[in-house]
């Protein structure tokens, strides 16, 4: 039987880690990530778990200690944010091309300077070429859901990529909210065992991790690491399936939001597509054919589902809760994966970018709905003044 | 060695078969080669275990140094220097010593300075 509790997101996260109970966990704290280990480290105290619960002096060391447990034939996760994260960021590329499927909770929090706890996606777009699976959460159900299936994606045969699982710091991280939790036994039987193809720990078999790879196989590996990436999406919509079979709730590459009359949409991750929602549903209700996109998985980018599902509208607006800087028009990553998956993909609707909510501003209902009544006017007129529009800085 | 593509060899870099270092030949990198000199091996085995490539050959059975495996020797010259015969010969001739000198036990030569 499952249960409704009240819990903040990183509280959903340990939780799922309880019931998961993975044999090894690395980490470091680090606001606004820490009350996940921290709740974590109860259950290890209180006898609720096996994990070997490793508290590093460092990321660079959890990242560390998490690939040599991952080697070794353990099932591994850690957790981390922002600056947590550029620290580990040398292992987090060697955690991917060493085949490590690590689950890893990223906390979404503005990467410094100046220095600062809240959330935007600046941390996360930092690894987003290192190899890792990478999906994002609205809330904390999401983030618990997303846990779960992590784990089996990570581990399948096709795949053996680490996966980073994201949600907003503090607004999901901290937020209580109603969250549905499986029965132990369900989540149990849903990850099963993981058995390690080739651990190290195989004292039978002795085999070489990580040797030196120059001109002459260095590329060739690289090649299998977008294999398994291009392989993982297929397995990323068969968990998926299994998951709702078992938990009845529907998960896809992307969520699309009220999408199928409208003419314009906004495109926005974590949980601002949930502010975005209750915009969408007050514009419908004045008969504005406005819809929503909710990226869930980001890494690998699903452009041709994304451009196929956005193929009639007029007009699109991305939100980018982080800045690119120096890149076109110093547009955020998102908009640029969006633009090249439109036009790729041979939809010409006029697109356009919203650079919100740095360093954790505040992004209200009545900003969202000035997003929606810009891109309707884009989607009546057929042309943009701006590419990029900075939402809510003073000027 | 014929290259395999990338769905031919296994994932990460992994090495799955233990010791096929072996197969892989370095003696090519060598620019100095260890030889015996004329001074008598006492067999103690000092190069055997200081060897950082696995190279100077014994008779295990006889407790004989035999020779150098010149197929991975890189010629790094540790042998020679750990060598105390080379010590002994050294202090006895009470002045510096070329590497390459004859009277040593195990002294380093130029590749290609000496006949195989």
Known sequence: ?395 | MEQKGWKDIPIAGMILEAGNAEEYETGGWRAFRPVFGQADCIHCFQCWLFCPDSSIRVDAENEKMTGFDLDHCKGCGICASVCPVNTKVIKEAGEKLERGDERLCIRMVEEGSIEE
């Open chain 1, 1 to 395: 039987m499952s249960t409704f509790e009240a819990l903040s997101g990183n509280e959903a996260v340990a939780t799922a880690m309880r019931q998961i109970n993975p044999d090894v966990i690395a980490a470091y704290p680090i606001t606004p990530q820490t009350s996940t280990v921290q709740k974590f480290a109860d259950f290890v105290a209180d006898g609720l778990v096996d994990t070997e619960f490793v508290t590093v002096e460092s990321e660079h060391s959890a990242m560390s200690a998490c690939v040599g447990a991952s080697t070794a034939g353990a099932r591994v996760m850690t957790a981390t944010a922002a600056n947590g994260l550029a620290l580990m960021w040398e292992i987090v590329y060697i955690a991917a091309s060493n085949r490590c499927p690590i689950v890893m909770s990223l906390v979404n929090r503005a990467l410094s300077g100046p220095i600062n706890i809240h959330t935007d996606h600046s941390d996360a777009m930092g690894i987003r070429d290192s190899g890792w699976i990478m999906m994002f959460s609205e809330n904390g159900q999401e983030a618990y859901d997303n846990i779960i299936q992590a784990v089996r994606i990570a581990e399948h045969e096709n795949v053996l990529l680490p996966v980073a699982i994201c949600q907003d710091g503090f607004i999901t991280s901290h937020g209580m909210e109603r969250v549905e939790i499986y029965d132990d036994k369900d989540v149990k039987s849903f990850v099963g065992q993981y058995s390690a193809q080739w651990p190290l720990l195989d004292l039978e078999n002795p085999k070489t991790f990580g040797p030196l790879d120059f001109y002459d196989y260095y590329f060739e590996h690289k090649r299998q690491q977008v294999d398994a990436m291009e392989k993982s999406q297929a397995v990323i919509l068969d968990v998926a399936k299994e998951f709702n079979k078992k938990f009845k709730r529907d998960y896809g590459l992307f969520e699309a939001y009220r999408i199928d009359d409208a003419e314009t949409a906004i495109v926005a991750a974590n949980s601002t597509a949930g502010t975005a929602k209750t915009v969408v549903d007050g514009l419908r209700d004045e008969g504005l054919k406005v819809g929503l996109i909710k990226p869930r998985v980001f890494r690998p980018f699903p452009a041709k589902e994304l451009a196929d599902a956005m193929s009639h509208l007029k007009s699109v607006a991305v939100m980018d809760r982080s800045a690119s800087f120096g890149a076109m028009d110093n547009a955020g990553p998102l908009f640029l994966e969006i633009v090249a998956a439109l036009a790729v993909n041979g939809v010409q609707a006029p697109v356009v970018d919203y650079v919100y909510g740095l360093g954790g501003r505040d992004i209200l209902t009545g900003e969202i709905e000035g997003v929606f009544r810009d891109a309707l006017e884009i989607a009546s007129s057929g042309r943009a003044e701006q590419t990029v529009t900075y939402l809510g800085v003073r000027e």
